[in-house]
Nanobody, 111 residues
Framework: QVQLVESGGGLVQPGGSLRLSCVVS????????VSWHRQRPGKQREYVGL???????NYASAVKGRFTISRDNAKNTVYLQMTSLRPEDTGVYYC?????WGQGTQVTVSS
């Protein structure tokens, strides 16, 4: 069974940075696309970005230029590097693959 475990969330000031990690088990990450999503307070879960196993990347317009997805297949880990964070980036961030979700990690952007 595929399992995903996110970590790295926390409280950060506006303009700051955070790097989230998603450890993937139960599948071969090198042939697996993984996406990131978030659920902001009072809103539905939304797409943040995708990293395919072939190296292609795609980002939502709200985060393009500020967020970067990368992966280390040897560590079975996909990363979401977030910079220039804004209060509206506050939410729970999830990774997703093959129909499976992680438990999420909370990101709070506040002064």
């Amino acid at each position: 069974q595929v399992q995903l475990v996110e970590s790295g969330g926390g409280l950060v000031q506006p303009g700051g940075s955070l790097r989230l990690s998603c450890v993937v088990s139960g599948t071969t990450l090198s042939v697996t696309p993984v996406s990131w999503h978030r659920q902001r307070p009072g809103k539905q879960r939304e797409y943040v970005g995708l990293n395919t196993n072939e190296g292609s990347k795609n980002y939502a317009s709200a985060v393009k230029g500020r967020f970067t997805i990368s992966r280390d297949n040897a560590k079975n880990t996909v990363y979401l590097q977030m910079t220039s964070l804004r209060p509206e980036d506050t939410g729970v961030y999830y990774c997703f693959t093959q129909g499976y979700w992680g438990q999420g990690t909370q990101v709070t952007v506040s002064s």
